[in-house]
């Protein structure tokens, strides 16, 4: 072994794609070192997220403003990094990045939804479905997925635990989806990485909500359910508030020596030397990362000589419809709450030219902070808006509804002209909204008009986007079977580099319209495979040919 090296394995990022290869390659045995520009969050940082009921004004209280907009909770969050120290500068308008600078990253405000891709998702993959099946059901053991089989061939079925028993509102919209007389149109149980097991420390407390962070652990992340397995072992390391600069790429070779970081606490510049480099920052951070790893012979940054990082930037478009149920109004709340959103739902849109599109998305029913259901009878007294409240406070359901991304050239990431408060340059992300999604955006509108309809929806609250906030990224750094059609291969390795590997939503090539965690932590388990058995086999050659001299 080569003393001069820090460690086998060195991995930027701890979300969904770092935290489970961390946690295979150390348990396989090799040294590795997780390089996370942020800190680890206080263990009591969501304990403000208490379970429903303990609130007893109905969420009215002397400063509440109405109308509030009832989508507006998933993207206000002191979490989310702002424009001084992420990747981008967030502008206002445009697209919009979320990220979080934390270990776990955005899985700290994960909403745990957990699915699998299709062979049908896959089909401009270099794999196939049988390849990566064995990859997902290690992990949803790992993490704890729950659900139902269903035998659905556009959602293949998983490892499984038992859900949380749907409540009446899910029941609505279950029977006004099986009222459509539609076969393409389901409404199954969730799938999500939740601990519904009861009698344990992380078991789910039902508050209502995932994105808000969970108190106890229940939903999924690295530092809950993995990152104590492996902390205290001698071959791990977990660098924090450690911010990736650039990869050093040896003169006139393939090989990538070393990362250079900056330790965001003390202003020093550090170096880590490794075997193997794997980045798993994100589909805009990464690329930021390879940009600024440009020297003379990349001039266009690591793993851009066909110019084809950053290129191809995709989010899910997205529907969001709100109402109050009327078959609910009155209604005591007898049953548990769960985890807000204890549904999900497919069909396929219909679209003018008579084809039609594949689209997924949940059911939310929640308890919410504010009765932003309220917003639209400014007129009422404040005694009348409490009253109603608490008629209505049981009744309200959201569905977000998404359709696949479209790679798109113009839709990219790029270097930018800013500075973050390090003085490390951000990136720039053009996008524009691509034109088909327009028509699917108003097809899946209208099938989530229907279903709510048919469960008695009141007032609808609906929006529209696809400028980042469905934060599903992907498709700056696709995997490819050769180099001039993407950045990866089929093991994540970077073409043209020896031993650079990516694993993060920057590899899927065609984003579908589900949601792509559980996929990259599938790859992340497939590729933890990959580089044990490559260390292995070169330490195995190392030694006979030592032996032979």
Same mark, same amino acid.
């Given at each position: ?19 489970? #290869? ?78 979080? #600078? ?142 990736? #600069? ?43 990362? #390879? ?81 932003? @259901?309220?917003?639209? &009878? ?13 008629? &209505?406070? @049981? ?65 609808? @609250? ?10 599903? @990224? ?27 590997? +990516? ?16 996929? +990259? ?29």
């Amino acid at each position: 072994m080569d003393n001069t090296l820090d460690c086998d394995v060195c991995i930027v990022g701890t979300g969904a794609g770092g935290g489970i #290869l961390a946690y295979e390659l150390a348990k396989a045995g090799l040294t590795v070192i997780s390089l996370e520009q942020g800190g680890q969050l206080p263990a009591d940082q969501f304990k403000t997220v208490s379970p429903p009921g303990a609130v007893k004004d109905f969420g009215i209280g002397p400063d509440t403003v109405w109308p509030s907009d009832p989508h507006d909770s998933l993207f206000i969050h002191p979490l989310f990094a702002d424009g001084a120290t992420g990747s981008t500068t967030r502008p206002k308008s445009g697209f919009q990045h979320f990220q979080i #600078l934390a270990v776990d990253g955005l899985q700290n405000l994960w909403n745990g939804v957990s699915v699998r891709f299709s062979d049908t998702d896959l089909h401009s993959w270099p794999l196939d479905y049988a390849t990566l099946a064995p990859h997902y059901s290690a992990v949803e053991q790992l993490i704890t997925v729950c659900g139902t089989a269903e035998n659905l061939k556009e959602l293949p079925d998983g490892e499984f635990i038992e859900p949380k028993p749907l409540r009446p509102a899910d029941t609505l919209i279950v029977q006004a989806a099986r009222g459509l007389g539609d076969p393409d149109s389901h409404a199954i149980p969730n799938r999500k990485a939740i601990n519904t097991r009861a009698g344990m420390t992380s078991s789910c407390i039902s508050t209502g909500v995932c994105t808000s962070g969970c108190p106890v652990g229940s939903v999924y992340k690295f530092s809950a359910r993995l990152l104590p397995e492996i902390a205290a072992l001698p071959n791990y390391e977990l660098r924090t508030h450690a911010k990736a #600069l650039r990869l050093m790429c040896d003169a006139g070779t393939q090989h990538i020596s070393g990362i250079e970081y900056l330790d965001t606490q003390t202003g020093r510049h550090g170096t880590i030397r490794a075997r193997n480099f794997v980045l798993a920052a994100g589909a805009i951070e990464t690329p930021r990362i #390879l940009f600024n790893s440009a020297d003379s012979s990349n001039p266009a940054g690591l793993g851009n000589r066909n110019d084809l990082v950053g290129r191809g930037l995709q989010d899910n478009p997205k529907v969001v419809l709100s109402t109050s149920l009327r078959k609910l109004w009155g209604k005591r709340r007898d049953y548990d709450i769960g985890y807000g959103d204890l549904l999900i739902l497919l069909s396929r849109g219909k679209l003018p030219n008579g084809s039609s599109f594949p689209f997924i998305g949940h059911a939310i029913h929640g308890i919410a902070d504010v009765p932003h @259901y309220l917003g639209a &009878m400014k007129p009422f007294p404040p005694f009348v808006k409490e009253r109603l409240a608490r008629m &209505m406070f @049981y009744s309200y359901v959201t569905l977000g509804l998404f359709c696949a991304g479209e790679p798109t050239p113009g839709n990219r990431v790029r270097v930018g002209g800013t500075m973050d408060k390090y003085g490390v340059r951000q990136v720039q992300v053009d996008f524009s909204i691509p034109s088909a999604a327009h028509a699917q955006m108003d097809a899946m509108m209208a099938w989530g008009r229907k279903v709510l309809r048919g469960a008695s929806a009141t007032k609808l @609250y609906t929006t529209r986007d696809n400028s980042g906030t469905g934060i599903h @990224y992907a498709g700056t750094t696709p995997i490819s079977a050769t180099p001039d059609d993407g950045v990866v291969d089929v093991n994540l390795k970077v073409h043209g580099l020896d031993n650079l590997f +990516i694993c993060d939503g920057g590899v899927i090539p065609i984003l579908p319209d589900k949601h792509l965690t559980l996929t +990259i932590m599938a790859l992340s388990h497939r590729l933890g495979k990959h580089i044990a058995d490559t260390v292995r086999r070169d330490e195995l050659t190392a030694v006979q040919v030592a032996m032979a001299q």
